[in-house]
């Protein structure tokens, strides 16, 4: 990932292009940031359902060994 450039804290000694190029990578990057916590979260989730499905079959084998 590219590193953004040094600002100023007022930006002042920016030009619009630069700043417009500055906003767009920071759009960027949260977008990017967005992605991957979609990710994480449907991999969690996935990981989730994983777990509870083999409750289940532990759950029914069980009974099956209880008749």
């Not at 002042?12 to 994480?40: K, P, V, Y």
């Not at 509870?52 to 069980?62: F, H, I, M, N």
Request: charged share 35%.
């Amino acid at each position: 990932m590219d590193t953004l450039p040094v600002v100023s804290e007022t930006g002042a000694d920016l030009t619009i292009e630069q700043r417009i190029e500055l906003i767009l990578d920071l759009t960027r990057r949260l977008e990017l940031l967005d992605d991957l916590l979609r990710t994480a979260r449907a991999k969690r989730c996935a990981t989730d359902t994983e777990v509870s499905l083999a409750d289940v079959d532990q759950a029914e084998l069980d009974a099956m060994f209880v008749l």
